[in-house]
């Protein structure tokens, strides 16, 4: 055979060969995209993403490139970034004592254009506890905390919304906000809300996603905000994705940047896939990431939106303020509970060394079912039953680990 020929030949079976290979998958690059942003977001040289350190700076800056990388167009005050400053607290419900001190942070914003009456308001929170500020469970020496889950899970989830989102659903407008602050006392959200860079009286809802990076075995994604309007209740109820267990909570008040939206009347969703025990604490790393659960929790929320291109600008609807009504305890057991567990009891997701449940030897896993003389069913008894004693007190706790009933005498 001619060497000419020889070589066409080859090089055209190399062709065949090519096109007959399976090219990865939306899915496989999607992931792939989540794994690379929350491997940067949540590594070593961010240091803990604190408010106003410069690890947060970086981040913003990585935050504003992918935004210009994925097409968005600059809705800060400065390209990308709206600056803010706040007097820090040590208490992020008493107000600061000298404001002297500023931080000083930024939120990152782009916009996705669609000429359209209304915009969709997409946000997470990217900042996180440096070395472990005043929030940090950790007890060890200063160490940093990297917030894979927390909140890398949902920034991430956020660049992958816009991704998907562009050229669809262009009923809308979006705005996709990463915010600084919110460790701290939501003050990137709430800045942003007083000082929007939108109209917003324009705003359609907000959605915001906030460690959404640990779904469990059994699938189960918390949505809070199902009261703020009346359109939510029969969408989430319609969208059927991997078998989903969706827990639903109606308040639109929460621990969490959606908090500063519903403040100004706007239909917010808050997504969650729940508590674990690396949360706030340094082991919080991105090997830990179920990254085919985050790919799942962002296609439900895509379906949601695509669900309601059409509709018209949703109606908000005030609802109860859960916090006002839940029982002020001075004490804790030392726990951390499963606020995804919907039986009956509290099921416990981690354990705190040197705290009354760790020395009375209760463990991960186990449903408290009594506490002294009341009886837990949920989250609201058993703050109720904290509530019932100070330190100093003891009594006993009842757990149910597997089928047996076991009692433990607990120091406060």
């Known amino acids: 055979m001619d060497k000419n020929i020889h070589l066409l030949f080859l090089s055209l ?6 096109a007959g290979c399976e090219q990865p ?15 940067f977001l949540a590594s070593d040289e961010l240091e803990g993403r604190e408010t106003g350190s410069p690890g947060a700076a970086k981040a913003a800056e990585y935050l504003a490139s992918r935004f210009e990388e994925i097409g968005l167009a600059p809705k800060g005050t400065d390209g990308y970034l709206q600056e803010f400053s706040f007097s820090p607290r040590k208490n992020p419900h008493v107000a600061p004592t000298d404001d002297s001190v500023k931080i000083i942070a ?3 914003i782009g916009y996705l254009d669609n000429k359209a009456a209304n915009t969709i308001i997409i946000g997470a929170h990217f900042d996180h506890l440096g070395y472990g500020d005043e929030n940090s469970l950790y007890k060890g020496d200063s160490s940093i905390h990297n917030g894979a889950d927390d909140n890398a899970s949902g920034v991430a989830a956020l660049l992958l919304l816009a991704e998907e989102l562009t050229g669809r659903n262009v009923n809308n407008n979006y705005l996709f906000i990463a915010f600084s602050g919110e460790e701290k006392g939501l003050f990137g959200s709430n800045y942003f809300s007083k000082n929007p860079t939108i109209d917003l009286d324009e705003a359609n809802y907000m959605i915001n996603m906030d460690m959404v990076g640990r779904l469990n075995e059994e699938n189960a994604l918390a949505i809070n905000g199902t009261g703020t309007s009346p359109a939510w209740k029969d969408i989430i109820e319609d969208i059927h994705i991997d078998s989903l267990k969706l827990i639903i909570s109606e308040s639109g008040i929460g621990p969490s940047d959606h908090t500063s939206f519903y403040l100004k009347d706007m239909p917010v969703l808050h997504f969650f896939t729940g508590q674990h025990e690396d949360y706030h604490k340094p082991s919080d790393d991105a090997d830990k990431i179920n990254y085919e659960g985050i790919y799942v929790v962002t296609a439900y929320i895509d379906s949601l939106i695509s669900r309601l291109n059409e509709n018209d600008k949703l109606v908000f609807t005030k609802t109860k303020d859960e916090s006002r009504d839940t029982p002020r305890f001075t ?11 919907d039986g009956t009891g509290m099921r416990i997701d981690g354990v705190s060394e040197d705290k009354p449940a760790m020395k009375a030897g209760l463990l991960t896993g186990d449903v408290v079912i009594k506490l002294g003389e009341i009886e837990v069913t949920d989250m609201m008894s058993y703050m109720k039953a904290l509530s019932e004693f100070k330190k100093g007190d003891a ?4 757990v149910r680990r597997g089928e047996e009933d076991l009692t433990y005498p607990i120091q406060f």
Not at 331 to 340: N, R, S
């Open 13 to 18: 079976v190399f062709f065949i060969y090519l």
């Open 106 to 108: 930024r939120n990152v």
């Open 331 to 341: 004490v804790t057991l030392g726990v951390v509970p499963d606020y995804m567990f």
């Open 25 to 39: 998958s939306n899915h496989q690059t999607a992931i792939k995209s989540l794994q690379n942003d929350i491997s």
């Open 395 to 398: 009594t006993e706790v009842v």
